[in-house]
């Protein structure tokens, strides 16, 4: 397989936000898909459909909302200086301009500085981004520039492969065709030996 192509892009302070600007307003979001849901023809006064738009709605809502959680480091007394990797990552997002999901795995890693990560954590970092209407690049580069920003590590590496619904259902119907993205940070990027290693652990 060919080297995925590098996506690194300038990101706002905005799109290192954790936490959503708002809540999700159940009640309003109930009512809009009973509407939506009764454009599209749906008789809801049918027995098996009238809780549609409630479980709708939480669906969405689940897949929109990231489980917190507590970033643990800890000192990297044995200065372990090789790459660390978590690879094959799945996760479950939704694709912000058709509002259908898309799923696949990430490969994350990192070349440690003065701290490590609960390695649990790296698939929750994956997680805390992947619930919120996403494109695929942002989703990969807010993954690095969040590790980078707070493990302060010599370098980051993230390369994420998604099958997308809305290309693969509709549109093209390009059925199995994944996207490939990938942003490398510090020693992963400009180190040759270490950006060989984590893209051959990606693949
Ligand atoms: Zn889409």
Redesign the pocket.
Known sequence: MAEPAIAITKLSRADLRVVPDRPIDMVAAERAAADLLRAFGLDLTDETLAGTPQRMVRGYAELLTPREFTLTTFPNDEHYDELVLARSIPFTSV??????P?TGTATVGYLPGDRILGLSKLARVVELFARRPQ?QERLTTQVARWLDTHLRPKGVGVVVEAE????TLR?VTAHGSTTITSALLGLVRDDGRTRAEFLGFSR
Do not use: A, N, P
């Open positions: 694709c912000e301009h058709h509002m259908l898309f494109v997308h619904t809305c290309m549109g």
